[in-house]
């Protein structure tokens, strides 16, 4: 299911989902749509888009969970159970029917995430442009995750450290568009992207008083409209 709210900030627009939906925020994933900085005659908003697994309506919230610590992350040598098994053969089978030969094994481990990590000299093609292909063989390893009745373990898939490289560069491009917006009190729709660098765009350029940001377009791969304050 798909919900849409407002927040004077990013954490009171999720903070409200989770109250209203009666979900932990764990529970969900969050898109920002548009963000405004507040001004003399103008209110800032934050306006999120819910993503939930629930196809029939949100769950009533549980007891209250204790918070692992970041620990888990240190736990990517440990010995690997069933589902992680049977998760990197999927996938090791998934890239040899490409035609490929790559090993998966274990990046890090929290609270319902597991990162995994494909290691191969076809690396470039695997991840493909944009990371576009690296991002279809994602979707399908969370797909494969929920028919194996793990619905609640969100899966992230890297090679050769590409997503912590395009976080670095989409943080350098949005400073950079947001200067040369600045500069000619205009707009710039930037090319499509995958919810997750679309969010950091808009997390990036949030605090900036005289930017905002908004995502225009359907399906996965919207597109962010970097836009000077009082452009229209």
Do not use: C, W
Not at 108 to 121: A, C, D, N, Q, W
Not at 165 to 180: C, I, K, N, P, Q
Not at 197 to 225: A, M
């Amino acid at each position: 299911m798909i919900y849409e709210f407002e927040g004077r900030t990013e954490k009171e627009a999720i903070d409200k989902a989770a109250a209203e939906l009666g979900m932990e925020k764990d529970q969900f994933d969050v898109e920002i749509l548009e963000t405004q900085r507040s001004g003399l005659f103008k209110k800032g908003y934050v306006k999120i888009q819910v993503h939930t697994d629930e196809s029939d309506g949100a769950k009533p919230r549980s007891a209250p969970r204790e918070r692992p610590s970041r620990q888990n992350r240190s736990a990517a040598h440990g010995s690997m159970n069933d589902f992680e098994k049977d998760l990197i053969s999927f996938l090791e089978g998934l890239v040899e029917r490409m035609g490929y030969a790559g090993k998966v094994s274990v990046l890090y481990r929290e609270e319902k995430k597991l990162g995994l990590k494909i290691e191969s000299e076809y690396s470039s093609i695997l991840i493909g442009k944009k990371g576009k292909n690296l991002d279809a063989l994602q979707l399908l390893s969370n797909i494969y995750a929920g028919r194996q009745g793990r619905e609640d373990m969100r899966i992230i898939l890297d090679s050769e450290n590409y997503r912590i490289r395009r976080e670095e560069s989409l943080v350098r491009l949005a400073y950079t568009v947001a200067d040369r917006v600045r500069e000619n009190k205009t707009s710039i729709l930037l090319e499509p992207m995958n919810p997750f660098d679309r969010r950091l765009i808009h997390t990036t350029l949030n605090d900036i008083s005289d930017i905002e940001t908004k995502s225009e377009g359907e399906g996965l791969y919207k597109q962010v409209r970097v836009l000077f304050r009082g452009y229209r």
